[in-house]
């Protein structure tokens, strides 16, 4: 399946510890493609794991993980304007 994930860390209650977390867990599983924007082919299992470990991280007063899922990247569209971050001539 493929997923995009994109998550809000609030500064509150020791907010940068847990964005760095968040941010390490879901480099794990997804590719990075802008700030706290992942995306990427997960098998359904491993898209259980990540959000068990998402969840465990973060504050759910302060805190929101979105992720949007389709059977495959052919079946989103997707328009960028400006700089392409994932070009991996910025890497």
């Known amino acids: 399946m493929y997923v995009i994930l994109v998550y809000d860390i609030s500064i509150e209650d020791k907010g940068q510890k847990r964005w760095r977390k968040i941010f390490k867990i879901c480099k794990q599983y997804l590719n990075h493609i802008q700030n706290s ?20 991280e973060i504050n759910k007063e302060y805190d929101s993980v979105i992720v949007f ?19 991996p001539q910025f890497i």
């Open 37 to 56: 924007v992942f995306e990427g082919e997960i098998l359904e299992s491993d898209l259980f794991v990540l959000k068990e470990k998402l969840e465990a």
């Open 69 to 87: 899922k389709s059977r495959n990247e052919k079946w989103l569209n997707k328009d960028i304007i400006g700089l392409r971050i994932d070009d």
